[in-house]
C-alpha cells in the first residue's frame, strides 16, 4: 500500500486563488519526502487537505489507502502533525506537554511517561524536560514539537517548514533528529519546506512545486536524468568565459551548464586558446536547488510538461 496518493489534486479557495492544480503524486512507506518550492506554492494547502482540514475542489487524495476528506479521524490517529505554529503549552514543562497530547490519544499514564522520556532524550531535552516551555528557544521548541508529534507512533509524520526560524547548526540538528526518529519506528515523512539545501541532506524522494503545479517528483537520482544539462562546470578565469554560455557566481567564479563530462575538455581548450587565464575548473553534479531553477526555467520558456 501506498503512504500517500494524489490523482489531479486541486484546491481553488473560496477567493477564487488556485493554491492547487492537478497535483498527481504516489509515495511509498518509509520515504522521507521532501515537498519543495518556495512560499505560496501549496505545500500547506496540500497538507491540510491530505488531514481533512480542506476537501479538494477537485481529484482526490489518499493516506494509507484512506481518503482523509471521508475519514478524517481515521488519518488523524496514522499522522503527526507539525504546522508553523505548533500548540503547545507555555506554563507546562515540556514532560507535561508530551504526555497532555499523549493523553488526548488515549495512551495511559505509564506508557505516555515512558514514550516523553525516551523521545525528550532523542532530541536533547532530557534535562529541559523539567523545565518550563516558557523557557525554551526556538530551535527547543521545534524539537519538542517534533516529539509531540512523534508522541503516538503515527505512520506518517507531516512536518510543514520544521525547520524555519532556526539557525543553520539547529535547522541541521532538527534534521538529523527527523531522520532518526522517523528511521527507528519506520515512519513515513512528509516534509514540506522552502529550504532546499537542508532537505537534501535528509530527503528520500521529492516533489517540487511552483504556484500550485508539480514541476518533478522522484529520487534526486531520476530528477537529475530529468535534466538536459547533466553537470554544472564552475570556472575561476581573469574575465568572462567569451563565447560560452555562462553563468556567473556570486563569488566571482563563471559557471557553464555541459551535457557530459566528455564537453569538459573542449570547454577548456575553447577557453585556454580565446587568450583567457583559467586558474581552476571543476564540475559537479546538479544540487536540487540547481534541478529547482532550472525546472522553473524550463517551465517559464514552455520546455517542460
Ligand atoms: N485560506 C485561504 N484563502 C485564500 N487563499 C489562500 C488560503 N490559504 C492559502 N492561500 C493561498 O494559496 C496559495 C498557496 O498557499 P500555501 O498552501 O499556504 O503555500 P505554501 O505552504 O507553499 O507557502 C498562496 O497563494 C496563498 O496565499
Ligand atoms: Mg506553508
Redesign the pocket.
Known sequence: MKAVTADNLSKT???G?R??DDVSLSLNQGEIFGFL??????????VKLLNGMLTPSGGECSVFGVNPAVSPETVHGMSGVITEHAQMYDNLTGFQNLTFFASLFGIDAGEAAQRARSLLEQIDLAEAGNRKLATYSTGMRQRLSLARAMIHRPRILFL?EPTSGLDPESARQANGMIRDLARQDGTTVFL?T?QLRYAEEICTYYGL?DS?TLLASGDIESLRAGLSSGLTVTLRTDRPPVGVEHGKLPDGRYSVQVASAEEIPRLVRRIVEAGIKLYHVSAQRPTLEEIYFALIEQKSTGGAA
Open positions: 479557495y473560496e477567493s486563488k493554491a492547487l518550492g518556495p512560499n505560496g506554492s501549496g505545500k500547506t494547502t496540500t510543514d514540506c522552502h512545486v500550485g
